[in-house]
């Protein structure tokens, strides 16, 4: 026989239709919800009856008969040839909308609900179709508790600035609002579904033409006598945007040959003076921001990452934006030569094969994924070793 416990359960899993059905509500509709029936084994009267009797009990035990607010219980008397004339369940359901919550211990996070219902629909900035639809899809969201009491009519605050003032170019922090813009970085998503480009497939910052944080280049200078003048000395290391980077003056340009692009900081920090040369630091699969640098195509460019799975695949995916990136110190002999400080790591999450490795990159990159062992950092290539192999290729 059906539990107390289990009717809870069952009615928990129709929240969401609730909600739904409290959704349509809100806008005319006209369908009911309540009562709410609950199906069930409700035992048969032919059953172990000392058995029987308990289960029934409990039943009743929890039900609206004796609690205030809880599920119906329908009796009828069937007469059975074994336990003789018997009370049998013809059917469970809730009555009300506040026996179901009060049951089902959802009252509070229904209120959050129907608090952020009415602040969206009071706000009126989307219209109601819309409104429909996108609730039904955020009944999650919309249950949430919030630390402020306003939080659904800040949403729409933001909402309705954003849709009004397109292709600002400012900065969120910018924004004049009377809330504090943190709020807006931590609710992007929500305040874009309520939005008109609620379909863009853009970041926050493009759909709406705000001013995006930009992307730095943090590189070394590995020869002394190519100069970066900024102050009386000359200057060896710098961070600046893309921008200002792909735009360097033409006569440090003219001094750079090499560029060597290095996955980890403490490797790129420490990468051998080399003459005619810059060293980039990528940061892993970030490096893939460093796009569109025009000059790039006239220079020898180097990738050195980890010797992994993850490796190469950064090392294909920057192949994407520069089709002259060789790769530097990431060979089967290199890996070969440091077997004893290979470690177990993490395997590639793809199904794609990286598709930009050169005939012997796409070798080894097969050889790794077998291996047990399928790490070698970086950072455990000597510095004389990559000062050998810095010879090999005549620098």
Known sequence: MITPKEIKEKALRKFKDFLCFEIDSLFGGSEVFFPLIIRGNTGNVNDELLERQKDLQLLINNSKQKNRHSYCLDMEMISSRKN??????????????????????EEECYNFFWRALNQIKSSHVIDDEFFKAWAKDHTKELCEKTDEPD????????????????????????????????????????????????????????SFGLKEKPNYVRFRILDESVTLELKTEPITECSITLEDFKHLNNLLLSQIKNIFVVENEMVY??????????????????????????????????????????????????????????????????WNDHLLFTVEGKKLNKTEFPKNLNNEETSFFRKLQNYPRNRLEQERISLTYIVDELKKIGL
């Open 84 to 105: 003789g004339n018997q009370s049998h369940i013809s059917k469970i359901y809730f009555e009300n909308k506040q026996d179901y919550l009060k049951y089902t211990d």
């Open 269 to 334: 920090l420490t990468f051998p003076k080399i003459r005619n040369a810059i060293c980039l630091y990528g940061g892993g699969y970030k490096v893939n921001t460093i796009t569109d640098v025009a000059w790039f195509e006239s220079k020898d460019l180097y990738y050195f990452g980890d010797l992994d799975e993850h490796g190469f695949d950064i090392l294909s995916s920057f192949r994407e934006s520069y089709s002259n990136v060789q790769s530097f110190c990431m060979s089967e002999s290199v």
């Open 151 to 206: 939080f659904w009519a800040n949403i729409c605050l933001c909402v309705d600035w954003l849709n009004k003032h397109q292709n600002s170019n400012l900065y969120i922090r910018e924004i004049a609002l009377s809330i504090h813009t943190k709020f807006i970085e931590n609710n992007k998503s929500l305040i874009k579904s309520l939005s008109n480009k609620a379909d863009c497939p853009e970041t926050f910052e493009r």
